[in-house]
Structure formats: structure tokens, C-alpha cells
């Protein structure tokens, strides 16, 4: 068993041990400096090397602390002015490069506008000329279809119209007076094409002249319809008509002699007119002609080599 006198001693020795402790953790708060985080700095190394060893100048540890705290923080205000002056400098150069991005954008879309522009333009040059392109194919094509649809219908006039052409002419004598011939020119006019000939009119003569034939003789006195001009003569389509005195002339003994020579012929010659039925109107010149020891015989005339042709001119012109 423990005694009283030793419970005693256990407890002054507990009691004892407490109030060390109580004194060691006093002192060791009393001498244990600041922490860094509320005075804003961190202690120098010399300094407090220097306080530890002492010294003339030595000051309480305290005073050089707070000076220390002054000091970093006057820095810091330092940091922060020079942070500022830095962050001015920094926006500066932030505007300005953001002035020479704006205005580097800005030619950026200015030469894409141009672009764009210049390629609208081209695309509207484009289209004007696609436009003028296919105006003038329009054109074409259209001037194609005319001379298309004209052809046809000049062909269909050509294989349909009418054609009066003079046929089977002969010349006859009926009989000498005073040693004259009394020579008689008899002609045939025949519709040759697929429609009727209107306001016909012939024309027609009768003469002696050189042979070869050096000149032509056109006109010649109106021999149908009865001399009248006016009246509306028709032919149609395979219908003949005969002119028994389409002309005459007296022949010289002297002139017989050179046609039988053949240094003269006698000639018989006129002018046709009619109106088809698609309105154009024709002209045909015609030139017969008789030389030859046969002359005065019924025969039927040669054509001259000259005096003959058509001209037709279309209800348009």
C-alpha cells in the first residue's frame, strides 16, 4: 500500500511539473515573433541574427518588426504603382494593338467589299452579255424561221403560180401587093402553171431586121384583151388562147431576098403581163424568129438567142 506522505509527494511532484510547463509555454509565446501573414512580410535573417547577438544599435525585437512591416509594405505600395503603371502600359499597348487590328480588319473588309463589288460587276457584265447573247441567237433563230417560212412560201409560189409563156408562133403570107409580102405574125398563149392568170394583158410586133440580131425591139402594139387594157382578161390553168393577127408587116423583094440569104430575119416580138393568184405580177419578154430559104413557109418560129425573160415581182416589194 502507498502512504499518505507518499500521495503527498506524488501530487507536489504534479503540481510542480504543471506550473513548469505553464511557465515554459509563457515564455515561449512571449518570445516567439509574429507570423508572417499578419505583419505582411517575412522576417530578414539579418536582422534578426543582428538583434540575437546584440549590439550599440540593437533595438527591441518588436520596433524592428513593425519597421520591417513598413517597409514590405511600402514596397508592396511600390509593387502595386509599378503593378498599376504596368497595367496602364498594358491597356496602352491592348488599345493600340486593338486600334491596328481594328484598322488592319477594317482594309480587310474594305478589299472584300472591293472584291465583292468587282465580282458583282463581272456577274452583271456576265449576265448583260448572256442577256445580249441570247437576244441576238433570239435573232438569229427568228431571221432563220423568216428566211425559213420565206423560202417555203417562194417555193410553194414557184410550183403553184401561174405561167403564161407564148407558144407555137408561125408567120404567114397573105398574098403581095406590088411585090410587097403581106406577112401576118399568129401567136398562142398557154397557162402553163397550177393557177389562173389575171389582168393579162400581150403586147406584140412584127418586123424585119438584121440577122444575127444585133438590137432587141420591146412593146409593140396591145393585141389582147381586144386593145383595152382595162379589162380584166383571165387564163386559166392549161387554157390556150390564139392570136390569128398578132401583127404584120409588108416584106420588100429586096428584104425577102436577104432573109432568104439569111442576112435579115423577121422577127416577131411582145411583151406579157398578168397577176398571179398570190398577188405578184409577172413580166415575160419573148423574141421569135424566121430566116432562111423556108421563111415563107408555115413553119413554127425559132427563138432568138436574145429578147427573152421573165421578171417577177412579189405582192411585198
Given at each position: 500500500m502507498v502512504s499518505a506522505s507518499g500521495h503527498a509527494r506524488h501530487w507536489r511532484g504534479y503540481v510542480a511539473v504543471g506550473i513548469i510547463a505553464v511557465i515554459a509555454s509563457g515564455i515561449f509565446i512571449w518570445l516567439r515573433p509574429p507570423p508572417p501573414s499578419l505583419l505582411g512580410y517575412r522576417e530578414d535573417h539579418h536582422e534578426s541574427t543582428e538583434y540575437e547577438a546584440g549590439g550599440p544599435k540593437c533595438e527591441p525585437k518588436v520596433l524592428t518588426t513593425l519597421r520591417a512591416g513598413v517597409t514590405r509594405l511600402n514596397r508592396r505600395n511600390e509593387c502595386a504603382d509599378k503593378a498599376e503603371d504596368r497595367a496602364i502600359a498594358y491597356e496602352n499597348v491592348y488599345q493600340t494593338?486593338?486600334?491596328?487590328?481594328?484598322?488592319?480588319?477594317?482594309?480587310?473588309?474594305?478589299?472584300?467589299?472591293?472584291?465583292?463589288?468587282?465580282?458583282?460587276?463581272?456577274?452583271?457584265?456576265?449576265?448583260?452579255?448572256?442577256?445580249?447573247?441570247?437576244?441576238?441567237?433570239?435573232?438569229?433563230?427568228?431571221?432563220?424561221?423568216?428566211?425559213?417560212?420565206?423560202?417555203?412560201?417562194?417555193?410553194?409560189?414557184?410550183?403553184?403560180?401561174?405561167?403564161?409563156?407564148?407558144?407555137?408562133?408561125?408567120?404567114?403570107?397573105?398574098?403581095?401587093e406590088s411585090g410587097d409580102y403581106h406577112c401576118i405574125g399568129q401567136l398562142k398563149l398557154t397557162n402553163l402553171g397550177q393557177t389562173p392568170a389575171s389582168k393579162l394583158i400581150c403586147q406584140a410586133g412584127l418586123y424585119v431586121g438584121d440577122w444575127p440580131q444585133?438590137?432587141?425591139?420591146?412593146?409593140?402594139?396591145?393585141?389582147?384583151?381586144?386593145?383595152?387594157?382595162?379589162?380584166?382578161?383571165?387564163?386559166?390553168?392549161?387554157?390556150?388562147?390564139?392570136?390569128?393577127?398578132?401583127?404584120?408587116?409588108?416584106?420588100?423583094?429586096?428584104?425577102?431576098?436577104?432573109?432568104?440569104?439569111?442576112?435579115?430575119?423577121?422577127?416577131?416580138?411582145?411583151?406579157?403581163?398578168?397577176?398571179?393568184?398570190?398577188?405578184?405580177?409577172?413580166?415575160?419578154?419573148?423574141?421569135?424568129?424566121?430566116?432562111?430559104?423556108?421563111?415563107?413557109?408555115?413553119?413554127?418560129?425559132?427563138?432568138?438567142?436574145?429578147?427573152?425573160?421573165?421578171?417577177y415581182q412579189e405582192a411585198n416589194d
Amino acid at each position: 500500500m502507498v502512504s499518505a506522505s507518499g500521495h503527498a509527494r506524488h501530487w507536489r511532484g504534479y503540481v510542480a511539473v504543471g506550473i513548469i510547463a505553464v511557465i515554459a509555454s509563457g515564455i515561449f509565446i512571449w518570445l516567439r515573433p509574429p507570423p508572417p501573414s499578419l505583419l505582411g512580410y517575412r522576417e530578414d535573417h539579418h536582422e534578426s541574427t543582428e538583434y540575437e547577438a546584440g549590439g550599440p544599435k540593437c533595438e527591441p525585437k518588436v520596433l524592428t518588426t513593425l519597421r520591417a512591416g513598413v517597409t514590405r509594405l511600402n514596397r508592396r505600395n511600390e509593387c502595386a504603382d509599378k503593378a498599376e503603371d504596368r497595367a496602364i502600359a498594358y491597356e496602352n499597348v491592348y488599345q493600340t494593338r486593338r486600334g491596328a487590328i481594328a484598322s488592319e480588319q477594317s482594309t480587310f473588309e474594305g478589299f472584300y467589299q472591293a472584291r465583292a463589288a468587282w465580282v458583282q460587276t463581272v456577274l452583271l457584265f456576265l449576265a448583260f452579255a448572256a442577256s445580249l447573247w441570247a437576244a441576238w441567237a433570239a435573232s438569229l433563230a427568228a431571221k432563220a424561221a423568216d428566211e425559213t417560212l420565206n423560202h417555203a412560201r417562194r417555193t410553194s409560189i414557184r410550183e403553184l403560180r401561174a405561167y403564161v409563156a407564148p407558144r407555137d408562133g408561125k408567120i404567114s403570107v397573105k398574098g403581095q401587093e406590088s411585090g410587097d409580102y403581106h406577112c401576118i405574125g399568129q401567136l398562142k398563149l398557154t397557162n402553163l402553171g397550177q393557177t389562173p392568170a389575171s389582168k393579162l394583158i400581150c403586147q406584140a410586133g412584127l418586123y424585119v431586121g438584121d440577122w444575127p440580131q444585133t438590137s432587141v425591139i420591146r412593146g409593140g402594139a396591145i393585141v389582147l384583151p381586144g386593145g383595152d387594157p382595162v379589162v380584166n382578161f383571165e387564163l386559166w390553168p392549161t387554157e390556150q388562147v390564139g392570136i390569128g393577127a398578132a401583127s404584120f408587116v409588108d416584106v420588100s423583094p429586096e428584104e425577102a431576098e436577104a432573109i432568104m440569104e439569111k442576112r435579115k430575119a423577121i422577127f416577131l416580138y411582145g411583151t406579157i403581163e398578168y397577176s398571179d393568184a398570190f398577188g405578184g405580177r409577172v413580166t415575160t419578154y419573148f423574141n421569135r424568129y424566121k430566116t432562111g430559104p423556108d421563111w415563107l413557109k408555115q413553119t413554127i418560129l425559132n427563138v432568138s438567142p436574145s429578147g427573152n425573160e421573165t421578171t417577177y415581182q412579189e405582192a411585198n416589194d
